[in-house]
């Protein structure tokens, strides 16, 4: 059934069954590029670039291309069920990326993915054609060419769609490019100011030191919703936490890790989120076991900027207490101190290999002398004449 297509409503999205080969020029290595593809539905408006692979970053930044191509962005963006794009395929209710989704919601678009074996729904015309139309007219005229990187391939595909687009219909006046600036140009969305920047989703739950953990550096939340989880969306710049979709909080990129972004504004008065966990309760619990394991939870609490930054370390140094007891932690705890390595990670590791028990620097290893009248010194062993002496 032949479908028709109003001006700037869809963008159809695919990849080329065919892939391209790329020589490495130090190692000749031969590594093959897939080509992205993307059709306006009113004008055939053809875009295609080749990447590296069909992953989420390279799908999201071949659209923001693409976007930029076609210099704005149609109501609709019709994709196949790409594991890229969609998580999760269905026939009524499919599940996006949440990049993807992030995406269209920067764009003010709507993804609307084809249903699975159904290549209908994508107008074969449009985008199963526009495969078949780049596969003939750009692909198979390269295949001779040897390349060495992927933007050399990108100029020449460029060069080339600029031909294709610019070819005359063979059953209509005008050509895609001149169809394009008739009917499709003038009626797709404005492009935003800036163009999208990839960002990666996760959830994670706001621990009792209100921060949360991303790769390994530390975030603070609002104290008041400690024990929620919150969706955090990060880029490689920026660091942004959501609860039931609004933003809660933003922080600037870290890689220093095990270290913590703090905002003062995050923090319950006095820097106490909850009357029972305080510093003052941490230290009782580290006197009841011993000096030692007080002298470390009190260098803990003063070593950081906010006290409250030390307490998932400190609970986590408690709970090795109940796994290996608490005389075998107070030794532990001395001998860290001894070597300077106060952390929840090298006490584990003392603990765990039993290093515990062995004699510190400056110990001596030899146990005193035993006297008893029984044993005999070293005077017995004397000639009789000297021991008369």
């Given at each position: 059934?032949?479908?028709?297509?109003?001006?700037?409503?869809?963008?159809?999205?695919?990849?080329?069954?065919?892939?391209?080969?790329?020589?490495?020029?130090?190692?000749?290595?031969?590594?093959?590029?897939?080509?992205?593809?993307?059709?306006?539905?009113?004008?055939?408006?053809?875009?295609?670039?080749?990447?590296?692979?069909?992953?989420?970053?390279?799908?999201?930044?071949?659209?923001?291309?693409?976007?930029?191509?076609?210099?704005?962005?149609?109501?609709?963006?019709?994709?196949?069920?790409?594991?890229?794009g969609v998580d999760k395929a269905c026939r009524y209710e499919p599940v996006l990326n949440p990049?993807?989704?992030?995406?269209?919601?920067?764009?003010?678009?709507?993804?609307?993915?084809?249903?699975?074996?159904?290549?209908?729904?994508?107008?074969?015309?449009?985008?199963?054609?526009?495969?078949?139309?780049?596969?003939?007219?750009?692909?198979?005229?390269?295949?001779?060419?040897?390349?060495?990187?992927?933007?050399?391939?990108?100029?020449?595909?460029?060069?080339?769609?600029?031909?294709?687009?610019?070819?005359?219909?063979?059953?209509?006046?005008?050509?895609?490019?001149?169809?394009?600036?008739?009917?499709?140009?003038?009626?797709?969305?404005?492009?935003?100011?800036?163009?999208?920047?990839?960002?990666?989703?996760?959830?994670?739950?706001?621990?009792?030191?209100?921060?949360?953990?991303?790769?390994?550096?530390?975030?603070?939340?609002?104290?008041?919703?400690?024990?929620?989880?919150?969706?955090?969306?990060?880029?490689?710049?920026?660091?942004?936490?959501?609860?039931?979709?609004?933003?809660?909080?933003?922080?600037?990129?870290?890689?220093?890790?095990?270290?913590?972004?703090?905002?003062?504004?995050?923090?319950?008065?006095?820097?106490?989120?909850?009357?029972?966990?305080?510093?003052?309760?941490?230290?009782?619990?580290?006197?009841?076991?011993?000096?030692?394991?007080?002298?470390?939870?009190?260098?803990?609490?003063?070593?950081?900027q906010h006290p409250q930054q030390a307490y998932r370390s400190l609970l986590g140094i408690f709970?090795?207490?109940?796994?290996?007891?608490?005389?075998?932690?107070?030794?532990?705890?001395?001998?860290?101190?001894?070597?300077?390595?106060?952390?929840?990670?090298?006490?584990?590791?003392?603990?765990?290999?039993?290093?515990?028990?062995?004699?510190?620097?400056?110990?001596?290893?030899?146990?005193?002398?035993?006297?008893?009248?029984?044993?005999?010194?070293?005077?017995?062993?004397?000639?009789?004449?000297?021991?008369?002496?």
């Amino acid at each position: 059934m032949r479908q028709d297509h109003r001006a700037g409503e869809k963008t159809f999205i695919d990849y080329a069954g065919q892939t391209m080969p790329i020589i490495d020029g130090l190692t000749g290595e031969i590594r093959e590029a897939q080509v992205f593809l993307a059709v306006l539905g009113a004008s055939n408006y053809t875009y295609a670039e080749a990447t590296w692979s069909q992953s989420l970053p390279d799908w999201i930044g071949s659209h923001v291309r693409a976007f930029a191509w076609f210099g704005g962005v149609t109501e609709l963006l019709i994709p196949d069920n790409l594991k890229s794009g969609v998580d999760k395929a269905c026939r009524y209710e499919p599940v996006l990326n949440p990049t993807y989704h992030d995406l269209a919601t920067h764009y003010q678009t709507t993804v609307l993915p084809a249903r699975v074996r159904k290549p209908k729904d994508k107008a074969k015309a449009k985008a199963e054609a526009g495969v078949l139309l780049v596969g003939r007219w750009i692909l198979a005229r390269l295949r001779h060419h040897r390349f060495i990187s992927l933007d050399e391939l990108n100029r020449e595909i460029r060069r080339l769609l600029e031909i294709l687009n610019h070819r005359p219909f063979q059953k209509l006046a005008g050509s895609r490019r001149s169809l394009y600036e008739s009917i499709d140009r003038p009626a797709l969305r404005p492009l935003p100011e800036r163009a999208y920047q990839f960002a990666e989703w996760k959830k994670a739950k706001v621990n009792i030191d209100y921060h949360i953990e991303l790769a390994g550096h530390y975030y603070s939340i609002p104290h008041a919703l400690v024990g929620r989880v919150v969706e955090v969306r990060y880029t490689g710049n920026t660091v942004e936490c959501l609860c039931k979709g609004q933003r809660v909080a933003s922080h600037p990129r870290s890689c220093q890790k095990g270290k913590h972004s703090t905002i003062k504004e995050h923090m319950p008065p006095n820097h106490r989120f909850y009357a029972e966990w305080s510093p003052e309760r941490f230290l009782r619990w580290a006197t009841r076991i011993g000096p030692a394991m007080s002298e470390v939870t009190q260098r803990l609490l003063t070593g950081r900027q906010h006290p409250q930054q030390a307490y998932r370390s400190l609970l986590g140094i408690f709970r090795l207490g109940k796994s290996y007891s608490e005389p075998r932690l107070e030794a532990a705890c001395r001998r860290a101190l001894a070597y300077e390595t106060l952390s929840y990670r090298s006490l584990e590791s003392i603990l765990k290999n039993g290093l515990e028990s062995r004699p510190l620097p400056g110990e001596s290893k030899e146990s005193p002398p035993v006297q008893h009248r029984n044993i005999r010194g070293a005077d017995y062993f004397q000639p009789r004449e000297e021991r008369s002496c």
